[in-house]
C-alpha cells in the first residue's frame, strides 16, 4: 500500500483563459499532477475569499486560483479584482498560521497550456513536501470553545516529536 | 430537495475509458445520493448517447442531469439541446470534464479514477442547485462599424452594403485604400495594384449604404452585442467637405513641401495642404497643422486664396460623433518591419538600402521616380541587387514567425528588376522559397528561368568596408552559401530588405476598447486558430485581415467577406439569443454600500438614489460575477454560478477528504 501523501488542490479555472489552457494542455496530452480537481467560473474575479476557506475547511490541502493575464482578462479587468482579494486574503491566511503554499494565484492564457500544467505540478509537490494542512485539527474555531483540546493536541505531538528525536 | 439526478459517463471510446476505470465510475455514481440512474455510453454526444438521456428524463422523470464526458466547451450545447428536447430546462444539466482535464492529463489509472469521482460528485452537488433559466432575446442593430479602410475595411463594408445594410467605415488617414494602395504589381498575376483597388474605393466612395469616415479615429466603445456606441472622432481637415470640388489646385500651388514618410515611405514629398495620392477616396485634402505656414506662424495662406470654391476653412474643429451600431469589424492592418533594428543590414547608414515599401514607391509609376529603379541619387541605375529575404521573421531576435507573404513579393521584385534594367544582375537570398498559393511555385520558376540568381543562405551582414578592388565603392553582402557550403562576398549596387509583417504598434490599445485581447505578437487573438479565424472572444466584434496574422492579399479578402458574412447573419436573424449568466441585486438585502457600482467594468451597475439601493442593468451585465464575489451583504447573485452551486460543487469535490463538519454556534 503506497503511503505517499497525495494532497488535494482545489482549482479555481477561469472559463475564457485558464479553462481552455487546462483544457489545452489535455489536448496536447500534456502529463501533469492530477491532483487538482477544478472548479469552472466565467472569471476569477467571481472567486470569493469565502470559497478559498470553505475548501481549506473541508480537506483541502490547498487552492489554486487561475485567472488571464493583467490586461487580457475577457471582462477587462475582473482579474485585477482576484489580485486585490488574493493579496488582503494571503495575509489574513498567514495569521491563520497557513503556509504562502497552500493558495495560490497563477495567470494563464488560453494558448498556456503547459504553463498550466507545470503550475499545478509544482504547487502538486511544495504541498507534498508540507504535508496535509489537517484544517480541523490545527485550527481553533467554534469561537474558541476548542481551543483547550486543540492546544493540548498539538503540545502531545511536540512531546511525540521530541520523544522521538 | 428530492431531485433526481441522472449521470451519464462518456467512455469516448478509449480517450476516457483507456485511463479512467468508467465502469467503476458508474456503479460508484448510481450509489450517490439523489442519483437515480447512472449509465455509461461510448460516445454520450452521438444521437444515441444524447437518446438516451433524452429517454431517462422523460421515461424516469429526471430533474437533474450530469453528462461525465469532454469539456463544456465542446459539447455543454449538445447535452443542453437533448435535455430541452426531452422537456427539460437546459440549464439544468452539468459536465464534469473528465477527458481534457483528467483522463488525457495523465498517465496514473487510480488517480484518474479518484479525481473522476470527485468531478462528478462535484457536479451531482452542483447541479442540485442549479435554476432553470431562460435565454435572453437581445435585438441585433442592423448598421455596422468597420474600423480600417484597407483592402479588408472595403472589402467588408462593400459586402454588407451591397446586402442592403448601412455602414460605417471609419480611416485614420485621409484616405481609404490602406498598404495596397502604396504598391505596384502585386504576385502572382502582377496586376496592377491600384487598377484592382481603385474602382472598390470609388464604389465604396459612393455606395449609399456606406458613411465614409476618413481622418477619424474609434475613441470610445460602450455596449455590447446588437447594441454598440461608439464614439468617432472626425479630425479637422480644414477643408470644407460640402464646398470642395477636388481640383487640387491648392495641392499645386502651396508652397510648404513636406518629406511624405507615410505614403511615400520617405523617399518623396508631398505638400502642406495634400492629397495622399491622386486616386484619393474622398477626394478632399487635408492641412497638415504640424507643418503648414499658416498654423506656424499666421503668414501664407496661399490655398485659401486660391480655391476657387472657398472650401479652405482654417477654423474648422474636430468633430465627435456618437454612432449606434449592432457589430464591429476591425480591419486595422499590419506595419512592415523596422529594420533600423538589424543594424548589420546598414538601413539608414549605407544609402543604397531599401525597404521593400521604399522598393515598391519608386518601381510604381506614379511615385517619387515615376517608376524608374535608381539608387538614391536618382540618377544612377543599379548594375546588380540583391534582394534579402525574411528581414525580421524567422528570427528569435526579432519575430519568430514567418510573414507569409515576403518570399512571393521578393520574386516579384525580382522579376520587375529584370524587367526594367534587363542587364542587370539579381541575387535573392533566401532561407526557404515559400511559395504556397495559387499559381505562387509557377511564378516561382518563371523568376528562376528569367535569370535571377538565388542563395540559399540568411545574410550576415551589408556593408560598405571593401576588401578588393572590385568592391569599392560597392556595397558588399556577407552570405554563407549553403548549397555551395562556401561563404560568398556579392559587390552590388543596390540591397532591398524583404520587410517582415508586424502588427500595428499601437493594436493593444486599439484592442483594450473593444475589451480584446492581443497575442504576444501583438495581432488580434481569434476565437479560434482553426475553425473561427474572424470572430474575437467579444461577442459582436470580428477581425480580418493582416490585424489577425501577416497574410496577402487573396486571404484578406477572404476573411474581410467572411466576417461580413457572419454579421449579415446575425443581422438576418434580428434578435439574438444571449446566455442568461448575469447578475441580480435582491433589492431587499442590499444595504446601498456602493462597493459594487465601481467594479463593473461595464457600467453595469446604477446607484438608484430614491430607494437608496444599487441596481443591475440586465442589458449590459456580461456576468463575470466580480460583484457577486464582491457584496458584503451577499445581495447579489450571479445566475448559474451561485454561492450555493459553487460551495456544493467544493464539497463534491472533495468528498472523499472531508473532514468533519466544525460545529457551529
Not at chain 2, 504576385?187 to 455606395?207: K, S, W, Y
Amino acid at each position: 500500500m503506497d503511503n505517499t501523501f497525495e494532497p488535494v488542490i482545489i482549482g479555481f479555472l477561469c472559463n475564457w483563459c485558464s479553462y481552455r489552457a487546462a483544457d489545452l494542455a489535455g489536448t496536447a496530452r500534456l502529463h501533469y499532477a492530477p491532483n487538482m480537481r477544478p472548479i469552472r467560473v466565467m472569471c476569477s474575479g467571481r472567486v470569493e475569499p469565502d470559497m478559498v476557506l470553505k475548501a481549506l475547511r473541508f480537506g483541502a490541502d490547498g487552492v489554486l486560483i487561475a485567472g488571464c493575464h493583467p490586461g487580457e482578462c475577457h471582462y477587462i479587468e475582473g482579474n485585477l479584482k482576484t489580485l486585490r482579494r488574493y493579496t488582503l486574503l494571503k495575509r489574513m491566511l498567514s495569521q491563520f498560521g497557513i503556509e504562502e503554499e497552500r493558495v495560490q494565484l497563477v495567470w494563464a492564457s488560453a494558448s498556456e497550456g503547459n504553463l498550466l500544467a507545470e503550475a499545478v505540478s509544482r504547487m502538486t509537490e511544495s504541498l507534498r513536501a508540507l504535508g496535509p494542512l489537517r484544517w480541523n485539527d490545527m485550527l481553533i474555531s467554534g469561537n474558541g470553545h476548542g481551543a483547550k483540546d486543540v492546544v493540548k493536541k498539538i503540545v502531545a505531538e511536540m512531546a511525540t516529536q521530541e520523544a522521538g528525536t | 430537495m428530492s431531485e433526481r439526478v441522472g449521470v451519464y459517463i462518456c467512455h469516448c471510446g478509449t480517450n476516457i475509458a483507456g485511463m479512467v476505470d468508467v465502469p467503476e465510475l458508474t456503479r460508484w455514481s448510481s450509489e450517490q445520493a439523489h442519483v437515480v440512474i447512472a449509465r455509461d455510453y461510448k460516445f454520450m454526444c452521438s444521437s444515441l448517447g444524447q437518446d438516451l438521456v433524452a429517454e431517462d428524463i422523460q421515461k424516469l422523470g429526471l430533474t437533474r442531469v450530469v453528462v461525465a464526458a469532454c469539456s463544456p466547451h465542446m459539447h455543454e450545447k449538445t447535452f443542453r439541446g437533448a435535455c430541452q428536447r426531452a422537456g427539460l430546462n437546459p440549464f439544468l444539466m452539468e459536465m464534469a470534464n473528465i477527458r481534457e482535464l483528467n483522463a488525457w492529463a495523465t498517465d496514473n489509472h487510480k488517480a484518474a479514477t479518484q479525481k473522476a469521482k470527485a468531478q462528478v460528485k462535484g457536479a451531482i452537488e452542483r447541479v442540485l442547485h442549479h435554476q432553470p433559466l431562460e435565454p435572453i432575446p437581445v435585438q441585433i442593430n442592423s448598421n455596422t462599424l468597420v474600423v480600417g479602410g484597407g483592402i479588408a475595411g472595403i472589402t467588408a463594408a462593400l459586402e454588407l452594403a451591397n446586402g442592403g445594410h448601412h455602414v460605417y467605415l471609419v480611416e485614420r488617414e485621409p484616405s481609404i485604400g490602406g498598404h495596397m494602395a502604396q504598391w505596384d504589381k502585386t504576385f502572382p498575376t502582377l496586376d496592377c495594384a491600384a487598377c484592382i483597388l481603385t474602382p472598390r474605393m470609388v464604389e465604396a466612395g459612393q455606395h449609399p449604404n456606406i458613411t465614409l469616415l476618413t481622418y477619424s479615429q474609434v475613441e470610445a466603445v460602450e455596449g455590447f452585442l446588437g447594441n454598440f456606441k461608439i464614439t468617432v472622432r472626425k479630425k479637422a481637415r480644414f477643408v470644407n467637405e460640402e464646398l470642395c470640388t477636388g481640383c487640387a489646385i491648392c495641392e499645386e500651388k502651396c508652397p510648404k513641401k513636406v518629406m511624405d514618410e507615410v505614403f511615400e515611405a520617405g523617399l518623396g514629398y508631398r505638400k502642406a495642404v495634400y492629397r495622399p495620392f491622386p486616386q484619393a477616396v474622398p477626394k478632399y485634402p487635408v492641412i497638415d497643422e504640424a507643418n503648414c505656414t499658416y498654423f506656424i506662424n499666421g503668414k501664407c495662406k496661399a490655398c485659401q486664396i486660391l480655391c476657387p470654391a472657398n472650401a479652405i476653412d482654417f477654423q474648422q474643429k474636430d468633430e465627435i460623433l456618437q454612432i449606434e451600431v449592432g457589430n464591429v469589424i476591425l480591419t486595422t492592418g499590419y506595419e512592415p518591419f523596422d529594420p533600423h533594428r538589424i543594424p548589420q543590414y546598414g538601413y539608414g547608414r549605407l544609402a543604397n538600402v531599401f525597404t521593400s515599401v521604399e522598393f515598391e514607391r519608386m518601381v510604381n509609376a506614379a511615385g517619387p521616380t515615376a517608376g524608374k529603379i535608381v539608387l538614391r541619387d536618382r540618377i544612377t541605375a543599379p548594375k546588380s541587387v540583391v534582394i534579402i529575404h525574411c528581414v525580421g521573421s524567422r528570427d528569435e531576435n526579432y519575430n519568430e514567425y514567418c510573414s507569409r507573404v515576403c518570399c512571393m513579393y521578393s520574386l516579384k521584385f525580382a522579376h520587375l528588376v529584370h524587367e526594367r534594367l534587363s542587364e542587370a544582375e539579381i541575387y535573392n537570398c533566401y532561407i526557404d522559397i515559400r511559395a504556397a498559393g495559387k499559381r505562387y511555385e509557377e511564378f516561382y520558376h518563371r523568376v528562376m528561368k528569367e535569370g535571377a540568381n538565388f542563395i540559399r543562405g540568411k545574410v550576415a551582414e551589408v556593408t560598405d568596408a571593401a576588401r578588393t578592388l572590385e568592391e569599392e565603392g560597392k556595397l558588399i553582402v556577407q552570405v554563407y552559401d549553403t548549397l555551395f557550403g562556401m561563404q560568398r562576398r556579392l559587390p552590388v549596387d543596390m540591397v532591398i530588405l524583404s520587410v517582415g509583417m508586424e502588427a500595428r504598434h499601437d493594436a493593444r490599445e486599439l484592442g483594450k476598447l473593444f475589451g480584446l485581447g492581443c497575442d504576444f505578437n501583438n495581432f488580434f487573438t481569434e476565437r479560434h486558430p482553426k475553425l473561427d479565424p474572424v470572430l474575437t472572444m467579444v461577442e459582436g466584434v470580428f477581425i480580418a485581415g493582416a490585424c489577425q496574422g501577416p497574410m496577402a492579399i487573396p486571404e484578406t479578402v477572404a476573411q474581410a467577406a467572411a466576417a461580413a458574412a457572419r454579421v449579415i447573419s446575425f443581422i438576418g436573424q434580428g434578435t439574438v439569443m444571449m446566455e442568461p449568466i448575469k447578475a441580480h441585486i435582491n433589492a431587499d438585502q442590499c444595504s446601498g454600500c456602493r462597493i459594487c457600482n465601481n467594479l463593473c467594468p461595464y457600467s453595469a451597475i446604477v446607484y438608484q438614489a430614491d430607494q437608496k439601493v444599487s441596481e443591475v442593468i440586465t442589458a449590459l451585465c456580461q456576468g463575470c460575477g466580480t460583484c457577486v464575489a464582491a457584496c458584503p451583504s451577499a445581495a447579489i447573485s450571479g445566475a448559474h454560478f451561485t454561492r450555493e452551486q459553487l460551495m456544493s460543487q467544493i464539497e463534491g469535490l472533495l468528498w472523499d477528504v472531508r473532514q468533519q463538519e466544525l460545529v457551529p454556534v
